[in-house]
Each structure stands twice: as C-alpha cells, then as structure tokens.
C-alpha cells in the first residue's frame, strides 16, 4: 500500500493525530484522578472524532492512512480510558476483560484481512455508535465525579453495560462484515482460475 506524503497531510488526518497526541496526557490526568482536565480532553478527542470522518467525507479527504489512524486512535484512546476508569471504578473490571477481547478481536480480524490482501473496511454506523455511546458513559462518570464527588455504582454499571453491549454488537456485525469481504475475495478468485480454463477448452473446440 502506498501513501503519499501530500495526499495524508489533511485536516482530517490532523485531526486524528491529535486524539494520539491527547492520549498521554489523558492517561496522566486519569492516573493522577485529575477529572476535570481528563473531562475536557476525552470531550475534544470525541469531537475530532466526530469530526475526522466528516471531514474527510465531505472535503473528499478519505486516504488509506486516515483508514488506518482512525481505528488505531479509536482503540488506543479507549485503552486509555478503561486503564484510568478502572482505577476509580474497581467494579468495572468485567467491562474492561469484555472490552479488551473485543479490541483483540478486532485487531486479530484486521490483521488476517491484511495477510489476504483485503483492506479492512471502513468504519461503519454500529462501529461509530459504539464509540459514541463509549465517550458519552465515560464523560458522564468523570464529570460527575470531577463537579460533583458523586459516584454510583448502579449507575455506572448500567451505563458501562449498555456500552458492552453495543460494542459486542458492533463485533457481531463487523464479523459478519469480513466474512463477507473474506468470500467475495474466494469468489473473485475462484473466478479468475475459471475464465482461463473456459478460454483453454474454446481453444480446443
């Protein structure tokens, strides 16, 4: 895969650079309890978020890169925020043991796609859903132990659980999507060794 240089310097791309470079600081405030700091960085790595994708569709500014960074940004970001939750949430501790499988998964389907030759897809809808609801817990948890001192449980199981269970459907649904990238590849080339022995037995008529 190629990537000029011209091409991936763009706002989009830029964008997703930022929510990388806003991870060690996040992690630091998160460590370090720092929730109103940790607040507002996880709400200006959601709107680049946000923002990247948009960007790049309406600018017609979708690169390879872009495709590669944003999951990359995405996962690394979500890492982050677990590790930090986990120390002020101890009862989330199931939620992370699901999320990380989840993010294994992913990366195991992506790289298998890889070594066949397909590029991963695109994120899609259930993909995007899954963050935001992921950003929207999370900042909800945050905020309101950083303004308020306030912590539940309940609350946070509830959110964190609503959370798991959109990105299991998110992984159900990107399994479904690379099997299917998986058989049109066995399809295409199933195709390919035909066209050659077709032409070989007109040649023998």
């Known amino acids: 895969m190629k990537l000029s240089v011209k091409k991936n310097i763009n706002v989009p791309n830029t964008l997703t650079a930022l929510r990388l470079v806003l991870i060690i600081p996040l992690l630091h405030f998160l460590l370090k309890q720092e929730f109103v700091n940790a607040g507002i960085i996880i709400l200006v ?12 569709r309406r600018l017609n500014q979708v690169t390879s890169l872009g495709k590669i960074l944003d999951p990359i940004a995405d996962k690394l970001t979500l890492i982050a925020v677990v590790i930090g939750i986990n120390v002020i949430y101890p009862e989330v501790m199931p939620f992370v043991i699901v999320l990380f499988t989840k993010e294994l998964l992913m990366l195991a389907g992506g790289a298998f796609l890889l070594k066949l030759k397909i590029r991963p897809p695109a994120a899609r809808w259930y993909g995007k859903l899954s963050t935001v609801l992921f950003y929207t817990s999370i900042t909800t948890l945050i905020m309101l132990k950083a303004i308020w001192g306030y912590t539940n449980g309940t609350l946070s199981l509830t959110l964190l659980a609503v959370t798991t269970t959109s990105m299991l459907f998110s992984l ?6 690379f099997g299917e990238l998986v058989r049109e590849r066995n399809r295409a080339e199933t195709e390919a060794q035909e066209e050659p022995a077709a032409d070989e037995a007109e040649d023998i008529d």
Do not use: E, N
């Open 172 to 177: 159900v649904m990107y399994s479904l999507l």
């Open 45 to 56: 790595s959601a709107m680049s978020d946000m923002m990247d994708g948009f960007l790049a």
